[in-house]
């Protein structure tokens, strides 16, 4: 019969509050995402369902390496133990400090793209007078060409043809 080692136990415990920890903030991800971006039910559905599958795969891949692939209550619950203090504690802090950094560089993204369009639009309205003077000039310079009935080449194309 196996022994069991509470130390090692203890050790699987702990290492499952830590993995509760990471899941908690991997959700924190995903509602940065839902708040700032995702507005429609399907692609709301989808990246829910991304979140379970690598949560899952990470539980999986805890228990197969750490518990020899043995389904342990007390892994499970120190991993909804360890979601549940992150999601009090450090959670707070982690989505105070991203939801700041992220407002920021909205300002900023905003701040520039309102300079931008002003430039473009100095650029566009110069382009336009730029085109109107060149049509000016064209319309000029063809008052002084000769007119197409005048010209010899015309009048040798006409006898061709007929």
Known sequence: MGEVYVADQTVSFLLSIGLGAVCCLLYDIVRIIHF?????????????????????????CFLFFRCVGQVRLFVLIGQLFGFVICRNTLSVIFMKIWMFILKKVGKFLRFTKKICRRIFNMIEKELKKGLILLK???????????????VVYNHFVKRQNN
């Open 136 to 150: 000016k000039i064209i319309s000029a310079v063809k008052k002084y060409l000769k007119q197409s009935s005048v």
């Open 36 to 60: 700032f971006r995702v507005k429609k039910w399907l692609s709301t559905f989808i990246i829910d369902i991304l979140y379970f599958v690598i949560v899952s795969f990470l539980t999986y």
